[in-house]
């Protein structure tokens, strides 16, 4: 990973070839890294491989990991370092672009299109219980798309007469993503080199329309979501409040009027509990993945 930073590949490589002994055996290749969804599970194998060998994973591993089964990603990541624009810390998305570019071969962009074939690349954190640091749940809402301002009556007129979220131009977006799942720490990441030490927990890949022909009970509350979101657009008396899994919830500056959908916290604990096969651990009043 030279390009990244001052670091020499070799020593990180030789530090996670037990890792490297569980990836596919094959090498990867650029076109399956972009069109094919199973890639993502690989990535998770990684991931868990990582954890369970060294205790974790950090971001500049898993991706040394992948460019070393996939050679032309990484030839593709240094042709390209120069156009791959990160320049602030503090920028939202940044480990967003860094993972899209870095592990799924693709330079990051404006364009409204999916950031992949199979969904958009988001990043998310999880907290660790206090009392049972291998538990953990999500640190915050996972925002989606957009919604815009919900008092103008042509974004209005975009849910008012449907029936279900499927139904609206927004479900698409919402459908399938990519998240990738990091631990949230005490440490201080004020530096862009510093945020590759970040610790991943999991990666997975969702579709809400196989969750909801698999899980009937998810499917019912997104409904009973959706049709109290669309009555309060409907009576302009716009509210997040008793929303489970989704949510519209406020986006952009403070005294913006935009609204965005979102998975709530809960949802997204659900989420990737269900895609990683690890039932919900009950602590209190809140549910926690042990991993």
């Known amino acids: 990973m030279k390009f990244l930073f001052n670091i020499r590949l ?4 030789q530090e996670m070839s037990q890792i490297i002994e569980f990836m596919i055996e094959a090498e990867l290749t650029l076109t399956q890294i972009r069109e094919d969804k199973s890639y993502v599970g690989n990535l998770n194998s990684i991931i868990i491989q990582g954890i369970k060998i060294q205790g974790s994973i950090s971001l500049l591993s898993l991706i040394s990991v992948v460019h070393d089964k ?163 657009i409907v009576e302009k008396k716009v509210t997040q409040s008793g929303q489970k899994y989704l949510h519209i919830h406020k986006h952009g500056c403070k005294d913006s009027a935009t609204r965005a959908f979102g998975f709530t916290n809960r949802f997204l604990t659900k989420l990737v509990s269900i895609k990683i096969n690890v039932p919900l651990t009950s602590i209190g009043r809140s549910e926690y993945i042990e991993f």
């Open 10 to 13: 070799d020593v990180l490589l």
């Open 70 to 232: 996939c050679p032309e990603l990484k030839q593709y990541c240094e042709e390209n370092k120069d156009k791959f624009k990160v320049t602030s810390v503090k920028d939202k998305g940044l480990i967003g672009k860094i993972i899209e570019f870095y592990l799924f071969g693709n330079l990051p962009n404006s364009s409204s299109c999916s950031d992949m074939p199979y969904g958009d690349i988001k990043a998310t954190h999880f907290k660790p219980n206090k009392s049972n640091t291998k538990a953990f749940n999500a640190k915050e809402r996972l925002t989606l798309t957009n919604f815009g301002d919900p008092s103008k009556e042509q974004n209005i007129a975009l849910i008012s007469d449907k029936n279900s979220l499927q139904e609206t131009k927004f479900y698409e977006k919402i459908r399938s993503g990519i998240i990738l799942v990091l631990q949230h720490d005490n440490a201080v990441y004020d530096t862009i080199e510093s945020v590759y030490n970040k610790k991943i927990i999991a990666i997975v890949h969702y579709d809400l329309n196989e969750i909801f022909e698999q899980h009937a009970d998810v499917k019912n509350v997104f409904k009973e979501d959706f049709d109290k979101i669309k009555k309060c």
